[in-house]
């Protein structure tokens, strides 16, 4: 009962997630000084295993490809969350066209 229905206009109220970011990264920095011997070992093993495997020429096309279409669905999401209309409306211009009839 002390539940209100949301009205179809009202604005929806986005919550960040500001804190969560700040929690992982906040718990990365902790484990890294907590474990700073393991750590450095830890990621320099995993760059001495991983780096050779996504250099190898048909996979750096690949991965070069797959991040620059994964920057490419992060931006355009951001641009539709910041807009709220979806379509893009073009001016109507005189076409070429008829301009090539008239001479």
């Known amino acids: ?12 109220e986005r919550r960040g997630i500001g804190p969560f970011w700040l929690g992982i990264l906040t718990g990365l920095i902790i484990t890294g000084v907590v474990f700073h011997r393991k750590v450095l070992e830890f990621l320099g093993d995993s760059t001495g295993n991983v ?16 991040i620059g ?6 931006v355009n999401y951001l641009l539709r969350r910041e807009q709220s209309d979806e379509w893009i409306c073009l001016d109507e211009g005189e076409d070429d ?3 090539v009839e008239d001479e």
């Open 51 to 66: 780096l050779p495997v996504i250099f190898m020429p048909g996979l750096l096309e690949l991965t070069i490809g797959l």
């Open 97 to 99: 066209s008829t301009k």
């Open 1 to 12: 009962m002390g539940k209100s229905l949301r009205q179809p206009d009202e604005p929806d």
């Open 69 to 74: 279409l994964a920057i490419v669905i992060v």
